[in-house]
């Protein structure tokens, strides 16, 4: 039997768990198991508090004259 309650500020930490754990499920077959590795990953903040996340990493494809480097990323 499941139980169903509202999430409060205390929920925070199994919230990111859930939450990597889904993403993980979902998305981690579309990706090198090295992304991770290599990856900068990125923490929005508004007054301390945590708010959104980025990850990207470098692509395949690279230009050598200074232009943009291909990436990968993922905002949740």
């Not at 929920?11 to 981690?28: N, P």
């Not at 508090?49 to 949740?76: C, F, M, N, Q, Y």
Request: no cysteine; net charge negative.
């Amino acid at each position: 039997m499941f139980t169903v309650r509202r999430a409060d500020q205390y929920d925070g930490d199994v919230l990111g768990e859930i939450h990597a754990a889904s993403w993980e499920a979902a998305y981690a077959p579309f990706f090198d198991p090295e992304f991770a590795a290599h990856a900068t990953i990125l923490l929005a903040e508004h007054d301390s508090r945590p708010l959104a996340l980025s990850v990207s990493a470098a692509g395949e494809s690279r230009t050598t004259d200074g232009g943009s480097k291909a990436s990968r990323s993922a905002i949740s």
